[in-house]
C-alpha cells in the first residue's frame, strides 16, 4: 500500500517539492489578486464587484491557455511541478469563488435580486467564456509549425549551440 508507507499527505509520485511549488504559485496568486482587487475599487465608482470578476476572467483564460498549452502532445512540454505552480498554486490563489459566493449571497439577502442575477450571469459567461477562448488560443498555437512543438524545437536550437 503505497499511501501507508508514504503519508497520505503525498500524492502517489508526488514530493514535497510538488507542495512547494503549489504554494508558492497560490502565494503569488493571492497576492495578485489582492492587488487587482484593490486597482479595481480605485478605478470603479464602486456598486459592482469588477476585482473578482476581473480576477476570475483573468484566471479562468490564463488556466484554459496554459493546460492545452502543455498537455500532452501541446507546444510546450511542462512538468509536474511547472503545470501545479500555474494551474493548482497560481490559478487557485489568483481566482475565487468564494469571494464570488460571499458577494453573491450579499447581494441575495440585501433584497438586490437584480444585481445579483446580473452578477452570477456575467460571471459564469465570461468564465466560461475566457476558458473557451484560452482555449481556442492555444489549440491554434499547438497547431502552428507543422504540429512541431516549439519545446522540440528549443532543444535543437540548443543542441546545434552545444555542437
Same mark, same amino acid.
Given at each position: 500500500?503505497?499511501?501507508?508507507?508514504?503519508?497520505?499527505?503525498?500524492?502517489?509520485?508526488?514530493?514535497?517539492?510538488?507542495?512547494?511549488?503549489?504554494?508558492?504559485?497560490?502565494?503569488?496568486?493571492?497576492?495578485?489578486?489582492?492587488?487587482?482587487?484593490?486597482?479595481?475599487?480605485?478605478?470603479?465608482?464602486?456598486?459592482?464587484?469588477?476585482?473578482?470578476?476581473?480576477?476570475?476572467?483573468?484566471?479562468?483564460? %490564463?488556466?484554459?491557455?496554459?493546460?492545452?498549452?502543455?498537455?500532452? /502532445?501541446?507546444?510546450?512540454?511542462?512538468?509536474?511541478?511547472?503545470?501545479?505552480?500555474?494551474?493548482?498554486?497560481?490559478?487557485?490563489?489568483?481566482?475565487?469563488?468564494?469571494?464570488?459566493?460571499?458577494?453573491? %449571497?450579499?447581494?441575495?439577502?440585501?433584497?438586490?435580486?437584480?444585481?445579483?442575477?446580473?452578477?452570477?450571469?456575467?460571471?459564469?459567461?465570461?468564465?466560461?467564456?475566457?476558458?473557451?477562448?484560452?482555449?481556442?488560443?492555444?489549440?491554434?498555437?499547438?497547431?502552428? /509549425?507543422?504540429?512541431?512543438?516549439?519545446?522540440?524545437?528549443?532543444?535543437? %536550437?540548443?543542441?546545434?549551440?552545444?555542437?
Amino acid at each position: 500500500m503505497k499511501s501507508r508507507e508514504h503519508g497520505w499527505w503525498r500524492a502517489p509520485g508526488g514530493s514535497l517539492a510538488l507542495y512547494a511549488f503549489i504554494g508558492t504559485g497560490a502565494a503569488i496568486g493571492g497576492v495578485a489578486r489582492m492587488l487587482v482587487s484593490l486597482a479595481a475599487l480605485e478605478w470603479s465608482a464602486g456598486g459592482f464587484p469588477w476585482g473578482t470578476l476581473c480576477v476570475n476572467v483573468v484566471g479562468s483564460f %490564463v488556466i484554459g491557455f496554459y493546460a492545452t498549452l502543455t498537455e500532452p /502532445g501541446g507546444r510546450f512540454k511542462a512538468g509536474d511541478g511547472a503545470r501545479h505552480f500555474v494551474t493548482t498554486g497560481l490559478c487557485g490563489g489568483f481566482t475565487t469563488f468564494s469571494v464570488f459566493s460571499l458577494e453573491s %449571497v450579499q447581494y441575495l439577502a440585501a433584497a438586490q435580486y437584480g444585481m445579483a442575477a446580473l452578477y452570477i450571469g456575467v460571471s459564469i459567461a465570461t468564465w466560461l467564456g475566457a476558458a473557451w477562448l484560452g482555449i481556442a488560443a492555444a489549440s491554434r498555437l499547438n497547431r502552428l /509549425g507543422g504540429g512541431v512543438p516549439l519545446s522540440r524545437e528549443m532543444e535543437r %536550437v540548443d543542441d546545434n549551440r552545444v555542437a
